[in-house]
């Protein structure tokens, strides 16, 4: 009988969960926003020209 080939896990792309968050002494910070409509503990994508909710697809332009 011959192996399988075993396929390598692939590393997610997206960000990493301690990096939304500032900690700065015994604080700690949320550096994304929160979505108005979903409410808190859903943050809202950062790209560069604009704000978007992945839940509801709320979604905030920002100003030049």
Same mark, same amino acid.
């Given at each position: 009988?011959t192996? *399988? *080939? @075993?396929?390598?896990?692939k #590393? +997610?792309? &997206?960000?990493? /969960?301690w990096?939304i968050?500032?900690?700065?002494g !015994?604080r700690?910070r949320? #550096?994304n926003? @929160?979505?108005p #409509?979903? &409410? !808190? &503990?859903?943050f809202?994508?950062r %790209? %560069? !020209?604009? !704000? @978007?909710?992945?839940?509801? +697809?709320y @979604?905030?332009? /920002?100003?030049k």
């Amino acid at each position: 009988m011959t192996k *399988k *080939k @075993t396929r390598e896990k692939k #590393k +997610s792309q &997206g960000s990493k /969960r301690w990096e939304i968050y500032e900690i700065s002494g !015994d604080r700690i910070r949320k #550096k994304n926003k @929160t979505c108005p #409509k979903c &409410g !808190d &503990g859903i943050f809202m994508a950062r %790209h %560069h !020209d604009r !704000d @978007t909710c992945g839940k509801c +697809s709320y @979604t905030e332009f /920002r100003k030049k």
